[in-house]
Every structure is written in structure tokens, then in C-alpha cells.
């Protein structure tokens, strides 16, 4: 794939960007903070990238210690790619740059691929630290065919994949709802009122929810 960029600077962000500055790489990235996934999962999950630029980035982040290969329990063939530690280091600075980049998206831009797990880590980048209950909660959001939930206990919170047991409050709403919701392109009360949100919990649990999500 030609030579790789170097910035020829003694800087730690010209050093990280060395590594993950190539276009696609933090988007792969982005993915595998979500879950391990195969080959084909990231294709299908990253329209536009094409087999060979896949193979090229998957290489490039291997080689650098960021991403590991496994095998995949009934397939001798089959690798499951997943983010190292040092990888997994990413995890704050996605968010961080997620929640910077809300405020460039625009209505025409929901037109646009999404995809219903985005919102875990969509989820992730909201949070208001300064506002976590004082109560232990567990909230679920539904988002299109996915299911994933915060947990407070202790003024701690922890982030499920998947359906929870029994959750104080759930959200049901689609991909493209959620987002721009949390790009401020929908206010909560709007997505409610029209009925592209169902919310179903007491309204205390709400308030603290969505003040926790910098929403109220």
C-alpha cells in the first residue's frame, strides 16, 4: 500500500498519529471497542473500505502491537481480530474525539450509514461524570436490534452489552434517533413527543438518567 507517513517528529501525538493517523484506522478501531470481530464482520461494518485496505490496516495494527489475532473455537481457519492493551488504551481518546465530533454532525449528515451498536460507545462518550447518581440504577437503552445498559452502583458506573435482568428504566428508540439526539440535532422531549423515543421507568430515574447524559 506505498509507504508508510512518518511526521519525522520527537512528539508523542506525531508518534500516535505514525500509528492510527491513516484514514479507516480509528474507525476499525472504534469497532473492536465495541466487540472482537472476523474479517468479514469488519468489511461488512466499514462500507467503502475494500478487502485489500482492510488486510493493509489490520496488518499495519498488528505490527504495532495494537490489535491481536485469534483463533475463532469450531473454525480452524478462522481469526478473530481484538484491540491488545495497549489497544484497548484507545478507549478514552475515541470517546473523547466521539464526543468532539457530535458537534460537527448535521441533520443531512443522518442520512448516512449508522449502525445500531455505534450507540454503546455513542453511550460511553456522553456521560457527565460531574452528574452520576447518588442512587444505584440500572438504565437500558434499545437502540434498533441492539440492547446495551449503564449500571450505577456506588456512584460508579459500568457499561453492558446486551439486555440487563431487570433495569429501573429503558429507552427504545432507532440508530439515527439516538445519534442525534446526542449530536443536539433532537431534544429528548421532541424525540418522546413524537414517539420516535419510548421511554418506560419512573420520571426520577429519567431526570437522573438524562442528566447524567449532559441531555437535561
Known amino acids: ?25 480509528l474507525l476499525i478501531v472504534r469497532e473492536l471497542l465495541i466487540a472482537p470481530m472476523r ?58 474525539l466521539a464526543k468532539w465530533g457530535m458537534g460537527f454532525l448535521a441533520e443531512e449528515d443522518s442520512k448516512k450509514a449508522v449502525r445500531d451498536e455505534w450507540g454503546f460507545l455513542a453511550l460511553q ?20 436490534d441492539s440492547s446495551y445498559a449503564i449500571e450505577v452502583r456506588g456512584g460508579e458506573i459500568s457499561f453492558v452489552l446486551g439486555p440487563v435482568a431487570t433495569p429501573d428504566l429503558t429507552i427504545t428508540c432507532a440508530a439515527g434517533v439516538f445519534v442525534r439526539i446526542g449530536a443536539r440535532l433532537l431534544t429528548p422531549f421532541d424525540a418522546i413527543v413524537t414517539g420516535d423515543v419510548k421511554v418506560d421507568g419512573p420520571p426520577e430515574s429519567i431526570h437522573r438518567c438524562t442528566r447524567m447524559l449532559g441531555l437535561s
Open 125 to 144: 462518550a456522553m456521560i457527565d461524570h460531574d452528574h452520576i447518581p447518588d442512587v444505584d440504577e440500572t438504565y437500558e437503552f434499545r437502540v434498533g
Open 39 to 96: 474479517f468479514n464482520n469488519l468489511l461488512e461494518n466499514l462500507p467503502g473500505i475494500g478487502p485489500n485496505l482492510l488486510t493493509d490496516r489490520l496488518r499495519m495494527l498488528s505490527e504495532h502491537g495494537v490489535i491481536e489475532q485469534l483463533p475463532v473455537e469450531g473454525d480452524s481457519r478462522g481469526r478473530m481480530y481484538r484491540l491488545t492493551e495497549k489497544g484497548a488504551e484507545l478507549r478514552e481518546p475515541v470517546l473523547a
Open 1 to 25: 500500500m506505498g509507504v508508510r507517513r512518518d511526521y519525522g517528529q520527537f512528539c508523542g501525538l506525531a508518534g500516535g498519529l505514525n500509528v492510527i493517523g491513516e484514514r479507516w484506522t
